[in-house]
C-alpha cells in the first residue's frame, strides 16, 4: 500500500502526507448576544497519512475543528500544528471540501474544478484532463459544461470534492462531502475516495453523520461530544486494507460498527448527566 | 430610509424548456392583439369627438407627424441632443459609482462617512433642483449631463457595493483556503458576484438618465426631444407632441437592449 505511483510530474507530488497535532485546543464564539464554547480543550494526534474520521452530535464543533487545521479559523486558546509547525493560516498543502459545496455559478463544473489551478499560476498542460478524469471518477462524466444551477445538491457536492482534489493535496479537510447523497452512490463514492487516497498517499479528515461511512474509510474515528465540543474517545479501525465493497457484508465490519455506536451513545449520555 | 438594492440576477429562475417555444409564440401573438387593441382604442376614442383633439390625436395623424420629422429632418438635431446627454450622464454616473461603490465596499472608515450624506441627497427630489443646476451649468450640454447623471447614480453606487460585499463566509473562506491574494479574491469572486447586482442596476440608470435629460431640457433647452415637446405642445401641435413621446419610449427601449446584449457579452464569457 501507499507506493508513491503518481504518473506524470505535478508540481506537488514530493509533498509527503502530514502529521496534524492539537493541544488543548478551544474555540469560543464571542456572538453579540451571546458567546458559544464551540470546543474545549481538544487534543488529537494524527499520524502522517492516516485517515481518521471525526463523529459526533450536530454543533459539537467538528466543522469547526476542521476549519481551525485549515487555517480558516484560530483557536482561542491551544494551538494545531501541521508537521510540527503552528497553523496560522491555510497551508499550500491542503485540500478543502466544505460542508456547503461553495461553487462559483458562473463558473461551469470545469472551470469550478480547475479555480484551485487558475488561483495558483494557471492551469498546466494536463490540467483539465485531471479534471475530467476526477469528474469522471465522480460519476459525473460529461457534466464539465453544466452550470451549477443546472446540477442537484449531491452533484453540487461531488464537484466540490472534485476540486478539492485537483491540487493534489497532502492533507484533505472534508466535511460531510457526501452528505447529501443517497446510500449507494455513497459507497461508490467511498470507495472511489480509498482509492484515491491510496494512489496518492495523504492525510485525510473526514466529517461524517454517517457510522458505516467512517468505520469502513477510516483508520481511526474520533468520537465527539457536545456542549461544549469534546473528544470523548478515539477508536481505532482494526480492518484489514485495501477495503473492498465485500468487507461491508463482514461479520467485523458491523461488529466494529456496534462498538463505535456504542460510544457515541455513551458520549451522548454522558453529556445528558450533567456538568460536574 | 430604504436603500433601493435591485435583486441580484443569479440566474435561478425557472425556464420550462419544453414548451418554451410554443409558449413564445402564444405570447407574441397576444402582443400583437393588445397592440391592435390599443391601437383601435386609440383611433376610436380620437376621432369619436369623446376626448378633445386638443389632448388626444388620433394614430393615424401621430404617425404621418412622425414620418415627417424624419423626411424633413427636423428630428435629428433633437434626437442627437438627448441622446447624448443621456448617454454621457449614464456614462458619467456609472464610472463615478463604481469608483465610490468599490471604495465604500473596501474601506467602511470611508463608506460610514461618506455614505449618510449620499443617502440625505436621496430623500428630496433631485428633479427639484434642475433650475439650479441650470444657473450653475448654462444652457447647453453640461447642466442635462449633470442631471442626468445625478439621477442614474444612486442604484449603480448601491448594487455596486451590495455585490461587492455580499459574498458568503464560505466563498471567502474558499479563497483563503486556495492562498488567493486579496486582488485575486477580487477578479474571481467579488467582480463576477458584484455584475449580477449591478447590471439590473444598469437599466435602471439608463431610464433615469433619460428622465434626467428630458427635465434638463423642459428647465432652459435650445434642442432635445424634451424642449420640441414643450415646443409642440405651446403650439397646439398634439399629433407631434405623440410622435415625439414615441421616439422616447424608442430611445428608451434602444437602451435597454443594448444593455442586454452587453450583459450577454460579458457575462457569457467569464
Ligand atoms: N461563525 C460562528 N459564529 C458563532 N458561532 C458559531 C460559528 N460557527 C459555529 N458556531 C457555533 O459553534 C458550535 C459548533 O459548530 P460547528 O459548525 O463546528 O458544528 P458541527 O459539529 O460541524 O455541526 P454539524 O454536524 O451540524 O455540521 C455551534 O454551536 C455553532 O452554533
Ligand atoms: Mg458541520
Known amino acids: 500500500m501507499a507506493t508513491r505511483t503518481l504518473a506524470n510530474g505535478?508540481?506537488?507530488?514530493?509533498?509527503?502526507?502530514?502529521?496534524?497535532?492539537?493541544?488543548?485546543?478551544?474555540?469560543?464564539?464571542?456572538?453579540?448576544?451571546?458567546?458559544?464554547?464551540?470546543?474545549?480543550?481538544?487534543?488529537?494526534?494524527?499520524?502522517?497519512?492516516?485517515?481518521?474520521?471525526?463523529?459526533?452530535?450536530?454543533?459539537?464543533?467538528?466543522?469547526?475543528?476542521?476549519?481551525?487545521?485549515?487555517?480558516?479559523?484560530?483557536?482561542?486558546?491551544?494551538?494545531i500544528a501541521i508537521d510540527g509547525d503552528t497553523v496560522v493560516e491555510p497551508l499550500p498543502q491542503i485540500g478543502v471540501a466544505f460542508q456547503k459545496p461553495t461553487l462559483l455559478r458562473w463558473r461551469n463544473v470545469l472551470d469550478n474544478i480547475c479555480l484551485p489551478l487558475d488561483l495558483d499560476g494557471g492551469r498546466p498542460a494536463d490540467g483539465e484532463t485531471r479534471a475530467r478524469e476526477l469528474l469522471a471518477m465522480m460519476g459525473l462524466a460529461g457534466f464539465e459544461k453544466h452550470y451549477p444551477k443546472e446540477l442537484s445538491g449531491g452533484m453540487e457536492q461531488r464537484v466540490a470534492i472534485a476540486r478539492s482534489l485537483i491540487t493534489?493535496?497532502?492533507?484533505?479537510?472534508?466535511?460531510?462531502?457526501?452528505?447529501?447523497?443517497?446510500?449507494?452512490?455513497?459507497?461508490?463514492?467511498?470507495?472511489?475516495?480509498?482509492?484515491?487516497?491510496?494512489?496518492?498517499?495523504?492525510?485525510?479528515?473526514?466529517?461524517?453523520?454517517?457510522?458505516?461511512?467512517?468505520?469502513?474509510?477510516?483508520?481511526h474515528v474520533v468520537v465527539m461530544s457536545a456542549r461544549p465540543g469534546r473528544i470523548h474517545a478515539?477508536?481505532?479501525?482494526?480492518?484489514?486494507?485495501?477495503?473492498?465493497?465485500?468487507?461491508?457484508?463482514?461479520?467485523?465490519?458491523?461488529?466494529?460498527?456496534?462498538h463505535i455506536r456504542a460510544v457515541l451513545d455513551e458520549a451522548r449520555l454522558g453529556e445528558a448527566g450533567g456538568e460536574h | 430610509?430604504?436603500?433601493?438594492?435591485?435583486?441580484?440576477?443569479?440566474?435561478?429562475?425557472?425556464?420550462?424548456?419544453?414548451?418554451?417555444?410554443?409558449?413564445?409564440?402564444?405570447?407574441?401573438?397576444?402582443?400583437?392583439?393588445?397592440?391592435?387593441?390599443?391601437?383601435?382604442?386609440?383611433?376610436?376614442?380620437?376621432?369619436?369627438?369623446?376626448?378633445?383633439?386638443?389632448?388626444?390625436?388620433?394614430?393615424?395623424?401621430?404617425?404621418?407627424?412622425?414620418?415627417?420629422?424624419?423626411?424633413?429632418?427636423?428630428?435629428?438635431?433633437?434626437?442627437?441632443?438627448?441622446?447624448?446627454?443621456?448617454?454621457?450622464?449614464?456614462?458619467?454616473?456609472?464610472?463615478?459609482a463604481l469608483v465610490i461603490g468599490s471604495a465604500f465596499a473596501y474601506s467602511p472608515i470611508v463608506r460610514n462617512a461618506v455614505y449618510p450624506y449620499i443617502l440625505v441627497s436621496q430623500t428630496f427630489p433631485k428633479v427639484a433642483i434642475a433650475p439650479l443646476i441650470v444657473a450653475i451649468f448654462g444652457y447647453d450640454l453640461a447642466p442635462k449631463v449633470v442631471l442626468a447623471a445625478l439621477l442614474a447614480f444612486?442604484?449603480?453606487?448601491?448594487?455596486?457595493?451590495?455585490?461587492?460585499?455580499?459574498?458568503?463566509?464560505?466563498?471567502?473562506?474558499?479563497?483563503?483556503?486556495?492562498?488567493?491574494?486579496?486582488?485575486?479574491?477580487?477578479?474571481?469572486?467579488?467582480?463576477?458576484?458584484?455584475?449580477?447586482?449591478?447590471?439590473?442596476?444598469?437599466?435602471?440608470?439608463?431610464v433615469l438618465a433619460l428622465i434626467g435629460a428630458i427635465v434638463g431640457e423642459f428647465v432652459a433647452s435650445r434642442t432635445g426631444i424634451g424642449y420640441a415637446i414643450q415646443q409642440f405642445t405651446t403650439t397646439g401641435e398634439v399629433a407631434a407632441t405623440y410622435a415625439a413621446l414615441i421616439v422616447l419610449s424608442i430611445v428608451g427601449l434602444t437602451f435597454y437592449g443594448l444593455l442586454t446584449l452587453t450583459e450577454r457579452l460579458v457575462r457569457r464569457n467569464r
Request: hydrophobic letters at 45%; glycine letters at 6%.
Open chain 1, 234 to 258: 478515539t477508536v481505532p479501525v482494526i480492518l484489514p486494507r485495501p477495503r473492498e465493497r465485500s468487507l461491508r457484508n463482514a461479520p467485523e465490519f458491523y461488529d466494529t460498527i456496534r
Open chain 2, 1 to 96: 430610509m430604504a436603500t433601493p438594492v435591485v435583486a441580484p440576477d443569479t440566474g435561478e429562475t425557472a425556464r420550462p424548456s419544453r414548451s418554451r417555444s410554443s409558449a413564445g409564440t402564444k405570447s407574441a401573438v397576444l402582443a400583437v392583439l393588445i397592440f391592435i387593441v390599443i391601437v383601435t382604442g386609440w383611433q376610436v376614442l380620437a376621432t369619436s369627438g369623446a376626448v378633445s383633439p386638443l389632448l388626444l390625436a388620433p394614430p393615424v395623424d401621430v404617425l404621418a407627424a412622425l414620418g415627417q420629422m424624419v423626411s424633413d429632418g427636423t428630428l435629428w438635431p433633437h434626437l442627437s441632443a438627448t441622446v447624448q446627454e443621456t448617454v454621457f450622464g449614464f456614462l458619467l454616473a456609472v464610472a463615478a
Open chain 1, 168 to 219: 493534489q493535496p497532502s492533507l484533505l479537510l472534508m466535511d460531510e462531502p457526501f452528505g447529501a447523497l443517497d446510500e449507494f452512490t455513497r459507497e461508490d463514492l467511498n470507495d472511489e475516495l480509498l482509492r484515491v487516497w491510496q494512489h496518492e498517499p495523504k492525510t485525510v479528515v473526514f466529517v461524517t453523520h454517517s457510522i458505516s461511512e467512517a468505520v469502513f474509510l477510516s483508520d
Open chain 2, 154 to 206: 444612486f442604484p449603480v453606487l448601491t448594487n455596486t457595493m451590495a455585490g461587492l460585499t455580499e459574498v458568503s463566509d464560505d466563498e471567502v473562506n474558499l479563497f483563503r483556503s486556495l492562498r488567493a491574494s486579496k486582488w485575486q479574491e477580487l477578479r474571481h469572486l467579488r467582480i463576477p458576484n458584484a455584475l449580477a447586482f449591478i447590471f439590473p442596476a444598469l437599466n435602471s440608470a439608463a
Open chain 1, 10 to 79: 505535478s508540481r506537488r507530488d514530493t509533498t509527503e502526507p502530514s502529521a496534524i497535532t492539537a493541544r488543548t485546543v478551544s474555540k469560543v464564539f464571542e456572538g453579540k448576544r451571546q458567546r458559544v464554547s464551540a470546543l474545549s480543550e481538544v487534543d488529537i494526534d494524527i499520524e502522517a497519512g492516516q485517515f481518521v474520521s471525526l463523529i459526533g452530535p450536530s454543533g459539537c464543533g467538528k466543522s469547526t475543528l476542521l476549519k481551525m487545521i485549515a487555517g480558516l479559523l484560530t483557536p482561542s486558546s491551544g494551538t
